[in-house]
């Protein structure tokens, strides 16, 4: 069976960009454009977006998905997307999505993380799994013990940072100790940063990079806008496709064993 997520056929560090929020066809269309001129042809978007508290934007839900399927009908890309439900799994296979992520705040849970693996059952389809929202290695392994245990085989996970009260400088603190500890159980997962969600602004996005490929994370999960600072969602943390582009053509990938 062939998998998106083998350590072994990427040349790494692998590269997923797009918008917090999927907002408008133009909105996506302008960003995943500049993208593909890049190379980037692995995309995301939010669609359904579970955010903390009420009264942000909570993504566009279905009305996007047939936006999607356009864009990939246009250009040469993979589109992910977070699903958060049984019934979020069933509209996105039924749009051709090509990759599903779990997000931090379905991790947590375990009926959900298992109502949603469930959905998967029989399907060849790549998921990404964040790490729960709380610094709990345990949430996060179960998360992936649930999607193994139903024979979903195409796994990679996000390291997106962790809650944590008054953090002066990130979103969400790396805790670097956790996804270390957590590849001593996975050896073989790719493992994802988030660099985006870790820090909450663009400023920091290269060094929380940087700092992942030091530590011989495998791939990079980025968001991008064509215009961020008028982005719906995570605004401050976005960067645009160009600015992206220079930040991965400054970024080493020396390895470092520990
Ligand atoms: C996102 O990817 O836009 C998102 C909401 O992420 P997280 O689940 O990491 O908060
Ligand atoms: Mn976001």
Redesign the pocket.
């Known amino acids: 069976m062939e998998t998106l997520f083998n350590k072994n056929s990427h040349s790494k560090p692998l590269i997923i960009a797009g918008p ?1 929020s999927i907002e408008t066809p133009e909105q996506l269309d302008n960003t995943v454009q500049e993208l593909v001129s890049q190379g980037i042809n692995l995309i ?1 978007g ?1 669609v359904w ?2 955010r903390t508290r009420p009264g942000s934007f909570e993504g566009l839900g279905s009305i996007a998905l047939p936006w999607i399927q356009e864009i990939k009908n246009k250009y040469p890309v993979k589109f992910a997307i ?1 699903v958060a439900s049984a019934q979020h799994v069933e509209e996105a296979l039924a749009h051709e999505i090509d990759i599903l992520w779990v ?3 379905s991790t947590v849970n375990p009926f959900t993380v298992q109502e949603i693996a469930e959905s998967l059952k029989g399907v060849n389809i790549p998921v990404m799994i ?1 790490n729960p ?1 709380n610094p709990d290695l345990s949430l996060w392994i179960g998360a992936v013990e649930r999607f193994q245990k139903i024979g979903i085989q195409d796994l990679a996970v996000i390291h ?1 940072g962790f809650s944590n009260f008054r953090d002066q400088i990130h979103r969400n603190s790396p805790l670097w100790q956790i996804p270390i500890e957590f590849r001593t159980h996975f050896p073989d997962l790719m493992m994802i940063n ?1 660099p985006s ?1 870790i820090s909450g602004k663009r400023d920091l996005v290269p060094i929380i990079a940087q700092k992942a490929l030091d530590l011989n994370f495998d791939g990079l999960i980025i ?1 991008s806008h064509c215009n961020p600072d008028q982005a719906w ?2 605004a401050a943390q976005q960067l645009t496709p160009k600015n992206l582009e220079f930040m991965l053509s400054q970024l080493k990938t020396r390895k470092v064993k520990f």
């Open positions: 917090c995301r939010g977006k579970p977070e997000g931090a705040r964040k929202v997106r988030d969600h968001e969602s995570d």
